[in-house]
């Protein structure tokens, strides 16, 4: 059975709806990383951090690789990055025009 494709887009960003995978991935936008240096820079449970980059795994956002007993996650593409820097520029622009209205509203 055919999926629309604004069904997809949904679970696309359903996918994307968890502040753990967001840090995730706007770490990896600097290049691979391992799970141990991922815990240094995310502030949770290892098995919250893995159960995260499963869910970015099995969406084929990440890429994952073993080296040696290390493994190292990476972006599967640069489009999740442009994706991020998009998403940083609409939460700018949106929060330039609250401020301006709270200023507004203050100033009356």
Do not use: C, W
Not at 5 to 30: C, N, S, T, W
Not at 40 to 67: C, H
Request: net charge neutral; proline share 4%.
């Amino acid at each position: 059975m055919h999926r629309p494709l604004y069904q997809a887009k949904a679970e696309f960003f359903r996918m994307l709806g968890h502040p753990v995978r967001i840090r995730v991935l706007e770490l990896l936008q600097d290049g691979p990383k391992a799970v141990r240096d991922l815990l240094a820079d995310v502030d949770v449970e290892p098995s919250n951090l893995s159960q995260q980059l499963s869910v970015l795994r099995r969406s084929g956002i990440v890429t994952s690789r073993r080296e040696g007993s290390t493994v190292v996650y990476e972006l599967a593409g640069a489009d999740v990055a442009d994706l991020l820097r998009a998403a940083r520029r609409i939460l700018t622009e949106l929060s330039t025009g609250r401020e301006e209205l709270l200023s507004e509203l203050r100033e009356d």
